[in-house]
């Protein structure tokens, strides 16, 4: 196996910054798509599409890693920090594949609230990781952490309404039964969210 023994070390930040700005046109098209109130096969297509792009740059990151010699931060913060936004990813392409197959319309005022504030999320985490190879701007890429955990904070209390408001108002167990497991799933991704901004967090902390 050959090794790159100078890497260049914008190469792994250029292919987190793709994965995280996949991310975000994701997030924003699902958006759409709630709001629209329409998720049909073309809209699934579309979101399994961005997941597959989010795969192929994941493992364009760890082939990366095997094939180099020296990484401008740990090797093990880079694999998971990839991972962890492709796991973003996974959850609203779950979802996306959910709503089709229970046969349900997205246009829900709780998943519209959820949806919104994965939107912010990726949006946040897009912004920390464009900056994250550049010391100079830690304090900003904090902040956008930061925003990121707000955000989740957020999302647990929409859970708590949304969630409240399905066993008081649905009348329908299987529609009590389908929600409820895709407002948790959102939840699931929003706590995704955290985690990828606790392991940018880390790596401030590391080389500061």
Known sequence: ??????????????????????????????????????????????????????????????????????????????????????????????????????KIKPNDEYFAQFIDLLDQSAASLAKAVEHLHDTKRARRVLDHCIEVNRLENLGDAVREKAISHLFENEKDPMAVIKWKEIYETAEGALDKCEHVAKLIESILVKHG
């Open 1 to 102: 196996m050959a090794f790159n023994f100078m890497p260049k070390e914008e190469k792994f930040f250029d292919f987190l910054t793709q994965q995280a700005l996949n991310l975000t046109r994701a997030a924003e098209y699902f958006k759409a798509a709630v709001k629209d109130g329409v998720l049909d096969e073309a809209e699934v297509k579309k979101m399994r599409d961005l997941e597959h792009e989010g795969d192929t740059l994941a493992h364009e990151i760890t082939d990366m890693l095997n094939r180099t010699f020296i990484t401008p931060i740990d090797r093990e913060d880079i694999y998971a920090l990839a991972n962890s936004l492709d796991d973003v990813l996974d959850l609203l392409n779950a979802m996306a594949n959910r709503i089709k197959l229970y």
